[in-house]
């Protein structure tokens, strides 16, 4: 059933309070232009959130840096509320001023930080809304054999700000020797070059023996290789979201075609709350060390 998420199981991660007020969750998407990152975005939450983009023409694209696209929709499962926001940054790499490109990124990341801080420090605290960046999905191109010095820099730009996790886009264009070889060398190179990557807990020993196998593929998989696509097609009768190729139908959602299952089971699903709790603890209150050492100078 594809209109189901699974966001439902969220009650047993946090507090029946939050439940009642909903959750707040923001995810950025970075990476170079046609990447297929809006695409992706629509397939994970299963809307059509960029249906009125207008493609900027060759003079537009020339002239404008990165610019910030940032849509909001409220989802509801089982009576359980999230407002999710997703971040879009369009065109980095295509942007002349190359500098540009991630500096708006980690402005944006600074601003939500810099707003929850002012918010904190006010007279209303219970109401803040959180807007701070809980996930940055970063586009790897499919196509090189790791990651490019550009990537390197802007991760490093990003690693100590936000939970970073890194998919390879387009994954279709892969074989699966390909993506496995295209993995190690990424995660190679993340380890050699001292970057962060969101860290996923360790399994509770007391979870049964099913998901502490889901949470071994779950791991294994990383860097997530993801595949999306806008259109829904008919096969054999079932309606899933596919690519149709000349030789055949890819299938998103299918665990063999790629990854796409577990990265929005992991989203949206098992790993929001931790996610949330990382950018609390970690990243806002590095944010916070700095503001208040700031103000104490
Ligand atoms: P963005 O610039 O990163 O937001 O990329 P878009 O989502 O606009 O996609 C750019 C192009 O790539 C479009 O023609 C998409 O149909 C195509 N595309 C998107 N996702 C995939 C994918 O997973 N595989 C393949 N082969 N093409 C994709
Ligand atoms: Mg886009």
């Keep these: 059933n594809r209109d189901y998420i699974g966001f439902a199981t969220l009650p047993d991660q946090v507090h029946r309070k939050s439940v009642k007020k909903g959750f707040e969750f923001t995810l950025m998407v970075v990476g170079e232009s046609g ?15 960029y249906k009125n983009r207008v493609v900027p023409d060759v003079n537009e694209k020339l002239q404008k840096t990165t610019t910030i696209d940032k849509k909001t929709m409220e989802i509801e499962e089982k009576g359980v509320k999230v407002r999710l926001t997703v971040v879009d940054t369009p065109g980095f790499g295509e942007a002349i001023n190359c500098e540009d490109s991630w500096k708006v990124c980690v402005n944006y990341i600074d601003e939500q ?3 929850y801080f002012t918010d904190e420090s006010g007279l209303n605290r219970r ?71 969101y860290e996923f807990p360790e399994c509770d020993s007391d979870e049964d023996e099913e998901f502490k196998q889901q949470d071994r593929e779950l791991k294994a998989s990383i860097p997530f290789a993801v595949v999306g696509s806008n259109s829904i097609l008919e096969v054999a009768g079932r309606k899933i979201r596919g690519r149709q190729y000349p030789w055949g139908v890819v299938d998103v959602e299918n665990p063999k075609h790629s990854d796409f299952l577990k990265l929005r089971t992991m989203l949206i699903s098992t790993h929001m709350q931790d996610l949330k709790d990382v950018t609390e603890d970690v990243h806002y209150e590095n944010f916070r060390a700095q503001c208040i050492s700031q103000i104490s100078q």
């Design 113 to 115: 930080f810099r707003q």
């Design 127 to 197: 109401n803040i809304q959180d807007n701070r960046v809980h996930c940055c999905l970063y586009f790897v191109p499919p196509w090189g054999h790791s990651l490019r010095q550009m990537d390197l820099d802007l991760m490093k730009r990003l690693h100590r700000k936000v939970n970073l996790v890194v998919v390879i886009a387009k994954a279709d264009c892969l074989t699966s020797l390909e993506v496995a070889t295209l993995k190690k060398n990424i995660l190679n190179d993340i380890k050699e070059n001292g970057i962060q990557m």
């Design 35 to 49: 990447l297929g990152k809006s695409t992706l975005i629509n397939s994970l939450f299963l809307e059509d959130l």
